[in-house]
C-alpha cells in the first residue's frame, strides 16, 4: 500500500481509538444523555461533555492498546 | 451398527463407508439458506427506516438486529464451501451473491472470509497457521473474554489474525476488501452519530456486531474445537451438546461431520452424523456427548 490515499487510511487506523473516541463516543455520551435527560457535569452543554468523554477515553483506549 | 462391528475394518473400508454416507448429503441444493441470506439482509436493511421513522421502538430494533447480524454469517459460510453451487455451474453467480450479500451487517468480506476459512479447514487448531485458533480458551466464560479481548485495538487475535493469513497467503490484495469494508462502516457509524443518530447506529449496527462476533466466534470456533490440542483429521473436531440445542448453537453441535466433509450442507449435518456416527467412533472421533 503506498498510494497517498492509502497511506491516509493507514494513518488514520493507526490512530483509530481516538478517532472512534471522538467520531462515535462523543455524539453516542451527548445523545445518551440527553435520551435519559440527564443534565452533563458542571453545567456543561451534552455535546462538549461528550467529547471530553470520548477523546479522554480514546485517548487512554490509544495507548494501552484496548479499550477494555 | 456398531462401533464394535466396525473396529476389524481396514482404514480404506472405514472411509469408503464413511465417503458413501456423505456422497448421500451432497449435491442438494440448499433453498433455505438461500432464503435465509436474502430474508436476513433485507429485515436487518428494513429495522433502519422503520427506527429511524418511530414506526419501531429502538429495544425492539436492537433485539431484532442482534439476532440478524449474528444470522448472517452462515450463508456465507454455505457460500465459502461452494454449497450453493461449484465454480461453473448454473447457479454459481447466486453462491457468490449469497457470499458477498449476507455479511454485510457483520462488516465481513467474503473474499477474506473464504480464503481465511479455507485456511481454519487445512490447518485446524495449528497455532501457528489457524487463523481461528486465538479463541482457544480453558472454559466457556474465558472463551467469551477472548472474544471481546481480540477485538481490542492492539489486540493480534480474533479476525486481525486474518491479515497475517492473508500476508503469508500472497494475497495482500483482498486485504483491500477489509480496509474499504472497515472505511464505510465506520464512516456510516461516526456520519450517523453526528447526524443526531448515535443510539441507533450503535444499536443496531456497532453492539449487535459484538453480539454476533462473540456467539459467533463461541459456537462456531471456540465449542467444535475445544480444547484446540488435536490436529488430526478425525481429532480436530467435536460434537458437543449445546444448552441452547442445535439451532441456538447455529448447528454447531455436529461439526465433526463439516469438517470432516465440509461439502455437506449445514441443514443436513444432523442426518450425515447420526449415520456416520459407527465410523466416527471407529476412527477415534470426539463424539461422545450425541
Redesign the interface.
Known sequence: ?DSPVARA?KAL?HV??I??GL??V???T???LA?LAIDAPFGLPHLTFGILVGLGLGLI??IR???? | MSARDLSALSDAELMRLERDIAREHLGHFPYFVVFWAFANLAVWLLLWPLVLFGVLPLWAGFIIASVNVTLSYLPSHEAQHDIIARPGERWRWLNETVGHLSTLPLVLPYRVAKLTHIEHHKHTNDPALDPDYSVTAPGPLAAIWRS??NR????RGGLKTYGATLVRLDR?DVMLDA?IY??VY?GA??AL??S?F??E??LLW?LPIHIALTYIQYYLSWAPHHPGNETGRYRNTRSFRAILGNIGSLGMQYHVVHHLHPRIPLYRNPAAYWQMKPVLEARGCRVEAL
Not at chain 1, 492498546?65 to 477494555?68: A, D, N, Q, V
Not at chain 2, 481490542?152 to 489486540?155: D, H, W
Request: proline share 7%; hydrophobic share 55%.
Open positions: 500500500m487510511i487506523f483509530g481509538p478517532l472512534f467520531g462515535f462523543a455524539p453516542l451527548a445523545q445518551t435520551a483506549a490509544q492498546g484496548r479499550w477494555i | 471481546i479481548r481490542q485495538p492492539r489486540s495482500q480496509v472497515d472505511t465506520y457509524l461516526f452519530a453526528w443526531g448515535a443510539l447506529a450503535a456497532w
